[in-house]
């Protein structure tokens, strides 16, 4: 009571403050279904913000609540609406959104140690490692993204090709000898961390996709030859287990095979849809070569629907990746009773973070909330509310399909007579009415060198008629923006 006093709270404060925020909580995701999907922040309101300075008196509780209200809960970012479909986003589940603050009042710091959120950390991981079959030997943890479990994993593959050619990368850096591979149509998190790791992009190199947007594991063959023929070292390639863009899904077992006979590293991009190979049936065939990898990202903030942050690497190889980052003084290494307060080998041994926040909570509470039954039809029902989209789109006369793979639909409004040199320019426009319209809310992208307008479903309160909606949504601006366009 003392010690909450000295905070300048009492119980009673903690209490009446927290019903409060529940009841936020509540309203937030009870009615933001109902607002727009995007309300642009007034210009005003953008300008105080970045003003106001920070003042010597405080404010009470309940007022920065009431500014939070006003302010802050009106302008979201637009995921969690229900025809939110642009960018990998997903609407948090509203356990994670609990458990994000129940995890900030134990508030660990889960580098290690024998404590209830390090050994919840380990049993995630474990139901990660058990969809790929993987029963011992890995290690894993939860990162802030793909992004970080990409840096992850390319530093542990690193080390190991160096290790493997007499190099200490650890002590000396980088070699200029290093090559990495990536898919044309690989994450930019891959370049990077390649980049950041010193390894440098211009020794990427890029292997081409097929007509379906995926990695060609002969030119990837190829590549790696023509390198070993030459003395250098190969540190990894790059597959995706569904690309960003157009939701393609690399052929992982032919790719695991070359990387097998080559000894190459194979890391998989799995942070948009690593959980529906995971889960779902028909990607049975992908998940067989997924298993084989060397290591793999994840991002339950996307398809599992947890609040951001939470992204999981696992490695194949745990005594590469602690090889990789152990940095600790010998008097902090545990290597003995896992009993022990020092309790198993701690997490920042084996990555980036040494305080490490405790994003297991929220990651635990789904999955055992929905348990694997129920997050297959969630993930099943995104990928069939893409395929009615699909279908939707291919059927429209006036709109164009220009790929489409897992969840995620690229298409643009091509209506009749419009030139093909101006298609770009009209769907940039068209996309900027639909984002600012509040109806529905797409992104952007290139297909094949045209722009698309993209639509990415990892949204479980997102409907077929929502994906409708959409669909009409597009069209109807489409058509208003040639009529103003043509007036002009
Ligand atoms: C989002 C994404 C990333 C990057 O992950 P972050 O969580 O944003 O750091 C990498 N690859 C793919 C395929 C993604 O969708």
């Not at 937030?28 to 727009?36: H, K, N, R, S, V």
């Not at 997903?90 to 404590?115: C, E, K, Q, R, T």
């Not at 292997?207 to 190829?222: M, Q």
């Not at 250098?232 to 287990?241: F, K, L, M």
Request: glycine share 10%; aromatic share 6%; net charge negative.
């Amino acid at each position: 009571m003392s010690e909450l006093g000295r905070a300048g709270w009492s119980a009673e404060d903690i209490r009446r403050i927290s019903h409060r925020v529940a009841d936020q909580l509540a309203d937030y995701l009870i009615e933001l279904p109902d607002g727009p999907v995007y309300r642009r922040p007034p210009r005003e309101l953008v300008e105080t913000m970045r003003a106001t300075p920070w003042t010597d008196e405080g404010a009470s509780a309940d007022t920065v609540l009431d500014e939070f209200a006003e302010r802050i809960a009106p302008h979201p970012f637009g995921n969690g609406h229900p025809r939110f479909a642009a960018w990998v986003n997903s609407s948090p589940h509203p356990i994670g959104v609990f458990a994000s603050a129940l995890a900030a009042a134990m508030d660990p710091s889960v580098a290690g140690g024998n404590h209830a959120s390090v050994h919840l950390e380990h049993q995630v991981v474990r139901w990660f490692a058990d969809l790929l079959g993987w029963t011992g030997g890995y290690s894993g943890q939860l990162v802030s993204g793909g992004s970080a479990a990409t840096l992850t994993a390319l530093a542990a593959a690193r080390h190991r090709a160096a290790t493997r050619h007499g190099l200490d990368d650890r002590r000396d850096g980088s070699s200029d000898r290093f090559a990495v591979y990536a898919g044309s149509d690989a994450h930019s998190c891959a370049t990077k961390a390649v980049e950041v790791l010193g390894i440098g992009s211009a020794n990427i190199r890029i292997v081409d996709s097929d007509a379906e947007h995926r990695l060609r594991p002969g030119h990837l063959a190829e590549l790696i030859a023509a390198d070993l023929a030459d003395g250098r070292i190969p540190v990894a390639a790059v597959a995706s287990a569904g690309t960003v863009n157009t939701g393609a899904i690399d052929p992982l077992a032919e790719i695991a095979d070359v990387c097998a006979r080559h000894g190459v590293w194979l890391h998989v991009d799995g942070a948009y849809g690593g959980p529906a190979v995971l889960l779902l049936e028909r990607y049975r065939e992908s998940l067989a070569g997924l298993a084989r990898v060397d290591s793999l990202a994840v991002d339950p903030h996307k398809w599992l629907y947890v609040p951001v942050d939470a992204g999981l690497v696992l490695i194949r190889d745990g005594a590469v990746a602690r090889d990789t980052f152990s940095l600790v003084p010998p008097y902090l290494r545990t290597d003995g009773d896992e009993d022990g307060p020092g309790g198993p080998p701690w997490f920042s041994e084996f990555g980036l973070e040494q305080t490490r926040p405790f994003r297991a909570l929220k990651v635990w509470m789904q999955l055992r909330h929905l348990g694997r039954s129920r997050y297959r039809e969630l993930i099943e029902r995104d990928v069939e509310v893409a395929e009615q989209m699909r279908a939707a789109v291919a059927q429209a006369p006036d709109l164009e399909l220009l790929a489409s793979g897992m969840s995620i639909v690229c298409f643009r409004h091509r209506p009749v007579g419009l030139p093909e040199d101006q298609l770009d320019a009209h769907n940039r426009g068209l996309l900027e009415q639909v984002q600012l319209g509040g109806r529905s809310f797409l992104a952007g992208t290139i297909v094949d060198s045209v722009f698309a307008l993209r639509a990415c479903i990892v949204n479980p309160l997102l409907s077929t008629a929502d994906a409708l909606a959409i669909v009409d949504d597009v069209q109807a601006r489409g058509v208003a923006r040639l009529r103003t366009v043509r007036r002009q």
